[in-house]
């Protein structure tokens, strides 16, 4: 089954850009759903991003539309999330997810639809 491992979390001020990596083992393929979810210490896991394919489906929360972008290179096998204009309210643990299937605002709302996670990487916006 697929693995996932997520790097480039770290410290930054408010401002300042950060770029996450999720590589993924075997078995990636281009039709999975793939996405970054962020839990705060205190409050439940919530979607950030996800996308299916190339992009051909991209869906962001609100709170991070116009500063990060979500992409995905299938021949590395990876997963991106460049985040500019950072806010102390993105301070959290980043983690992604994927699932054998398509992508949509349903997946973005709510973990349950994804069966596999990475480990996480922290981000701290001070």
């Known amino acids: 089954h697929v693995q996932l491992v997520e790097s480039g979390g770290g410290s930054v001020q408010a401002g300042g850009s950060l770029r996450l990596s999720c590589e993924a083992s075997?078995?990636?393929?281009?039709?999975?759903?793939m996405g970054w979810f962020r839990q705060a210490p205190g409050k439940e896991r919530e979607g950030v991003a996800i996308?299916?394919?190339?992009?051909?489906?991209?869906y962001y929360v609100d709170s991070v539309k116009g500063r990060f972008t979500i992409s995905r290179d299938n021949a590395k096998n990876t997963l991106y999330l460049q985040m500019n204009s950072l806010k102390r309210e993105d301070t959290a643990m980043y983690y992604c997810?994927?699932?054998?299937?398509?992508?949509?605002?349903?997946?973005?709302?709510?973990?349950?639809?994804?069966?596999?996670w990475g480990q996480g990487t922290q981000v701290t916006v001070s």
């Open positions: 996308i299916y394919g190339d992009g051909v489906k991209i």
């Open positions: 075997d078995n990636f393929r281009a039709t999975m759903c």
């Open positions: 997810a994927a699932h054998f299937g398509d992508c949509g605002e349903n997946e973005l709302r709510d973990t349950v639809f994804f069966p596999v």
